[in-house]
């Protein structure tokens, strides 16, 4: 009777010592987008537009889920699936992949260093304008400030005055054509006077 007494307590006090039956969750995985450049996915990360789950919270079990997908970083589909890590004893996961496509997006480009070029006076040496796009190489066209876009050239101006400095990346398949645009002027230079041939009165001045 005793022996039987102290079983019963045993499995009664089971369940506190953490040997319950684990809670099963159900997930369902739906395709989900994210933009050329971003963070790689994670389990966390997900959407919530990517799962259906029953069960339990999506937060209660996302850090025992690894999210694995097909190699590539190009725009384009890539199937996807989450399993879980086995970090666990308190949920069984069982996941449906529903041939889930995680789609890689075209991205806008853009300037993580702003346009810029500093003037020059005429007949100094011309600077050449700076830029940082997120993603590919500028390259550089000018015209006269009020001029029309169609006179845009890779000539850089020499003469005094205002002109515009356009940059432009090309787009590609990832990500789309980025332009910007900043003014600068050519000053004109102040003329030096010497004594040479200055003459007063008729009378050559002559240098000192």
């Known amino acids: 009777m005793k022996k039987n007494f102290l079983l019963l307590m045993l499995m009664a006090l089971l369940p506190l010592a953490g040997w319950a039956d684990a809670t099963s969750v159900s997930i369902t995985l739906y395709d989900f987008a994210i933009n050329y450049g971003d963070d790689e996915p994670t389990a966390a990360t997900m959407p919530?537009?990517?799962y259906v789950i029953?069960?339990?919270?999506w937060n209660d079990v996302s850090s025992y889920l690894t999210f694995s997908r097909d190699a590539g970083d190009d725009v384009g589909y890539y199937s996807y699936n989450?399993?879980?890590n086995g970090g666990t004893d308190s949920y069984t996961i069982h996941v449906t992949s529903n041939n889930a496509k995680l789609q890689i997006k075209k991205a806008d480009n853009s300037f993580t260093t702003t346009l810029s070029i500093t003037g020059w006076t005429y007949g100094g040496?011309?600077?050449?304008?700076?830029s940082t796009p997120k993603w590919g190489t500028a390259s550089y066209l000018y015209k006269v400030q009020s001029a029309d876009d169609a006179t845009y050239t890779t000539d850089v101006p020499s003469d005094a005055g205002s002109y515009t400095v356009k940059a432009t990346v090309d787009a590609t398949t990832n990500y789309g054509e980025l332009t910007g645009t900043a003014d600068f002027t050519i000053a004109k230079a102040q003329p030096v006077i010497t004594a040479d041939n200055i003459q007063i009165n008729g009378?050559?001045?002559e240098d000192s």
């Open 203 to 205: 009378a050559a001045v």
């Open 125 to 130: 040496t011309a600077n050449a304008p700076t």
């Open 82 to 84: 989450v399993a879980q």
């Open 54 to 57: 029953t069960g339990a919270e």
């Open 48 to 50: 919530s537009s990517a």
